[in-house]
């Protein structure tokens, strides 16, 4: 299986300042129809997960644009521009390319 | 708007049997594959199951493959998780997802418990 490793499992934040979470892949993410299906989710306390990026950099309808993702090959990172009290949570990065698809532990984002 | 709800979750023992459903609503549902997603404290996030459209391709995590079977119902636009031989570890909660590798809708999951 694809292990996928999120750093850090922690990341105490200041409100207004940029956070940002690395997700490594155990194997490259091209899929035969080209695509990076690298997806990162938001869950926050008592909610379900709630996708706020695919195919690595692409921002879902209604995610603030503070959001944004990037990476290539094996190294993916999402980034806060500046954090404001509604990104606090668990975020997750996914791979879907190799089955079974796979999660990363998840990066819990509080304030310090 | 795009909606599934989930339900069948509850307390089972261990080797008992458990049927999840989850109805969807706001999209044309029997074009989409339909995943079950579980979540535990100690292993996280899990992809156990997807279905394409017609029920012509399945797949199974290995964890669950042999005891759970996904089926769906496209006029009922419902689709379903049998479990079976159930195992203290398969104590999660169940979340149904839509589009197989993107995952882009959850539903608000349905809790399983397996302890005697």
């Known amino acids: 299986d694809v292990v996928m490793t999120q750093s850090p499992l922690s990341l105490p934040v200041t409100l207004g300042q940029p956070a940002s979470i690395s997700c490594r892949s155990s194997?490259?993410?091209?899929?035969?129809?080209?695509?990076?299906?690298l997806n990162w989710f938001q869950q926050r306390p008592g909610q379900s997960p709630r996708r706020l990026i695919y195919?690595?950099?692409h921002r879902d309808s209604g995610v603030p644009d503070r959001f944004s993702g990037s990476g290539s090959g094996t190294d993916f990172t999402l980034e806060i521009s500046r954090v404001e009290a509604e990104d606090l949570g668990v975020y997750y990065c996914?791979?879907?390319?190799?089955?079974?698809?796979?999660f990363g532990q998840g990066t819990k984002v509080e304030v310090q | 708007q795009v909606q599934l709800v989930e339900s069948g979750g509850g307390l089972v023992k261990p080797g008992g049997s458990l049927r999840l459903s989850c109805a969807a609503s706001?999209?044309?549902?029997?074009?989409?594959?339909m995943n079950w997603i579980r979540q535990t404290p100690g292993k996280g996030l899990e992809w156990i199951s997807y279905?394409?459209?017609?029920?012509?391709?399945?797949n199974y995590a290995d964890s669950v493959k042999g005891r759970f079977t996904i089926s769906r119902d496209n006029a009922k636009k419902s689709v379903y998780l049998q479990m079976n031989s159930l195992r203290a570890e398969d104590t999660a909660v169940y979340y149904c997802?839509?589009?197989?590798?993107?995952?882009?809708?959850w539903g608000q999951g349905t809790t399983v418990t397996v302890s005697s």
């Open positions: 997802v839509r589009v197989a590798r993107l995952a882009d809708v």
């Open positions: 706001g999209f044309p549902f029997s074009g989409q594959y």
């Open positions: 279905i394409n459209g017609d029920s012509a391709d399945t």
């Open positions: 194997q490259t993410l091209v899929y035969s129809d080209g695509r990076i299906y």
């Open positions: 195919w690595v950099s």
């Open positions: 996914m791979q879907g390319t190799h089955w079974p698809w796979t």
